[in-house]
Structure formats: C-alpha cells, structure tokens
C-alpha cells in the first residue's frame, strides 16, 4: 500500500475565494487521482493527475474550475476556484499502484459560505 | 462511459446473519472490481477486489464473486459482527485512454449490523 496524507483535513472558505489542496504520497507513483464526495454520496472522479503532463479531466469538470499541478512523482495540488455554496464537499486523492489496486488520501472537507 | 450499479442502498442484519450486496456494470472492457469500506468521517478503505480472470476470492469474512457474462459481482460478509457497519462502495476500473487505469464506483450501501 502506500501513505498518503492532505492538506488542509478541512477549511471553510468564502464565497468567491479559492483552496489548495495538498496530497503527499511516501513513495514515487505514476498514478494520482483526485475525487469529489459530496455529503452522503458516492465518489465521482475529478481529474487523473500524470507527473510531467497535463491532467486529464472527466465529463463535467474543467481545468478552469479545478487546476491540478503534479510536479513530481510523491506531490500533487487540487484547486478549486471561485467557490460556491455548491462546492462544499469531501475531496480525496487517491494514488494508483501498479497491482490495479488505488488507496485514498484522509480528504479535506471543504465548506463554503 | 461506465456505468456501476449498486443494491441495495441499505442493509440491516442481525449480528451473526450474513450480508450481501450486489453491483452490476456496463463496459465490458473493466477487468477489476475493488470494494471498499467506509466509515463515518474516514476514508475509503480498500478490503477486497476481484480480477476479470477470477470467479470467486475469499479473505476471512469477506468473499467477491464475479459473473463477467452477466457482468455483476457481489460481495459477502459472513458471521457479521457492530464492526463490520459502515457504508460500502464497489467499483468497477479499466484502463483509460491515457493508460491510467480510473474507477467507477456504485452508490454505496449502507450496512447496519445490528447486536
């Protein structure tokens, strides 16, 4: 497996405003992915983060909105720009290993007002 | 895209009971089927998955079965004890067109063990 961890676990946020968001893993992966839970919901992915190119979003999410930096193989960032009541939200990174198997960061819990 | 189907919503048993829950999904180029736990206010967390060339795996309490004609696959808890609530998540993973391999996951089922 490998350790991951997030900054902030959570930050509450002005309208308008921007957060950064930290994901750090204990080793060198190709792999990083960042997610969105919503409150009593399911996981939907966000973007896939590859080291040295630039992120592949899903359907619905635009680099705009959430820029993801990946400057090494261990770090990747997750923005979320002029937030809104409706980004309020759990988001994790998770990193993919080559055994298929993916592990998930603590999330940061992001509320806005 | 992908699409993962996930039953029930909610489950309650009695402690010692067995649960079961059951995901269906669309693309038949996924060939990996993880499931994860979550806990209140924690992450997901991995417990077992299944490989398209596998029909069954057991860990302990936990088994995965899968059926790639009829693509769905469930997971079975055996001997449930109060630790085992929790919501959990199935997902179905293949390789996209960037070679990352992505999950799509159901719902989630909200598993309530009661003592």
């Known amino acids: 497996s490998a350790v991951i961890s997030q900054k902030p676990s959570r930050d509450i946020c002005q309208r308008g405003t921007s957060l950064t968001i930290q994901c750090q893993v204990d080793?060198?992966?190709?792999?990083m992915f960042w997610y969105r839970q919503q409150p009593g919901q399911s996981l939907t992915l966000i973007a896939t983060a590859n080291q040295g190119s630039e992120a592949t979003y899903e359907s619905g999410f635009v680099i705009d909105k959430f820029p993801i930096s990946r400057p090494n193989l261990t770090f990747s960032t997750l923005t979320v720009s002029n937030l809104s009541p409706e980004d309020s939200s759990i988001y994790l990174c998770?990193?993919?290993?080559?055994?298929?198997?993916?592990?998930f960061g603590p999330g940061t819990r992001l509320t806005v007002t | 895209g992908e699409n993962v189907e996930q039953h029930p919503s909610t489950l309650s048993v009695q402690e010692g009971d067995s649960a079961v829950i059951k995901c269906t999904y669309s693309?038949?180029?996924?060939?990996?089927f993880p499931w994860y736990k979550q806990e209140l206010g924690k992450r997901p967390q991995l417990i077992i998955d299944i490989r398209s060339n596998v029909g069954e795996k057991k860990d302990q309490r936990i088994a995965v079965t899968l059926n790639k004609t009829a693509k769905h696959f469930s997971l079975h808890i055996t001997e449930t004890q109060p630790e085992d609530s929790a919501v959990y998540f199935c997902a179905a993973s293949k390789r996209n067109s960037g070679s990352a391999r992505q999950l799509t996951f159901g719902s989630g089922t909200q598993l309530t063990v009661l003592p």
């Open positions: 998770s990193v993919g290993l080559a055994s298929y198997e993916q592990y």
């Open positions: 693309d038949s180029a996924s060939n990996y």
């Open positions: 080793s060198q992966v190709t792999m």
